[in-house]
């Protein structure tokens, strides 16, 4: 029994936390916390400085607004876009300044392995994958009223919704301007059909506001119109008279003020944005369940476990540039990890584009296509670096 046990307890001993773990584990924790206080600091700097005049005209303490607008917005950018290029860019630091030390090489012919030597920072990756699903799934939706805030700062204009179809009402809702943060519409136009598809009803509101009834967060409450008309026409066509009304009346009821039947919700204006990030998964299938025309809401639940991918991905591409070329400049493998992000992000925004306006690509192949290219490529070039 005991012979038998030997090679077992030998391979468990070879993968069992060595010091040169702990020393690869210090470094790229070291240079993951250094790299993003770096973009941390330029994306402060640079929001600070491009929107300045937005701060300003918020009310309240300028620095609180920042502080505020900060907090909401750095989770929300690293969970969905700067994370596995900060994981790239950890690793290659971490890989370029063990070759400048001329450790690897010492390592190898020591018997280790350049897979063995790396597998903290895979594990430390996975980890980071699990991040991004945590942060995903719990923080930014638990603090969707501070990204809201935060991204209507962001935005130079109010957003611009596509229209809503209500097949509960028959009703076509259209909202030209709406602002997430007062949950206000301008701009309202709301078109009912009759079984012909002939128009039924127009409604026409300068003004359109959230009524909340229900506690805060949840999606109890009704829209009021104000200062619109409502006009009619018959099965045939023919625009319907106001009897008892004179003049313009006649043709357009004025109203000042009225109540919207309808199961339009404010989330479902701001879905139809195809930068909405602050959503978890269940919110993103429920409102595609809601809005199954707006395609973007397809290829983000596709995307919400496709992208989280990425940080192992981009090491795969990144780490054979520094190992097979012996690179020791950390700048040169600092620009690689960017530039592999920026490829991934212009194949995952091409991929995307595509699937939503037009019938090239599914969502799900649109989501999946950018991790199953750069995840082939970064294998096959991972499997010939030299061990």
Known sequence: ??????????????????????YVTRLFLSAYVACFIIFAGFFVAIEFSFKFDRFMREEGNIF???LNYNLAMIPTIFTNFMGPILT??????????????????????????????????????????????????????????????????SRSKLLEPEAYYDSKHGLKIEVGQYSTTSQLGRMVKILERHANAKAKRQIDANRMEWVQTGPPGSEEGHWT????????????????LNEGSKNFERLKKIF??????????????????????????????????????????AVKLHHHFAFPLAHILLLFLGLPFVLKLENRSIFLGL???????????????VCASIAIDGNYFSPTLAAWFPIMLFGALGLTLFDQIPT
């Open 335 to 349: 620009v690689a990890s960017f530039l592999i992000g920026a490829a991934f992000y212009l194949v995952t925004s």
């Open 88 to 153: 790239s860019a950890a690793g290659l630091f971490t890989v370029t300044l063990l070759n400048r030390n001329n450790e690897i090489q010492a390592l190898k012919t020591n018997g280790m392995s350049v897979y063995r030597l790396l597998l903290p920072v895979f594990v430390i990756s996975f980890l980071l994958i699990g991040l991004t699903f945590y942060l995903q799934e719990v923080v930014l939706p638990n603090h969707r009223d501070s990204i809201r805030t935060a991204l209507a700062i």
């Open 64 to 66: 609180a607004t920042l």
């Open 256 to 297: 000042p003020r009225m109540k919207l039947e309808t199961t339009l919700r404010p989330i479902d204006l701001e879905a139809s944005n195809r930068e909405i990030s602050y959503l978890s998964w269940k919110q993103l299938q429920s409102q595609f369940k809601r809005q199954d025309y707006h395609r973007h809401l």
């Open 225 to 240: 119109l104000y200062d619109g008309s409502i006009q009619n026409w018959n099965m045939e066509g023919e625009l319907v």
């Open 1 to 22: 029994m005991s012979e038998q046990k030997k090679p077992r307890m030998a391979g468990l001993g070879r993968m069992r936390i060595k010091t040169v773990d702990l």
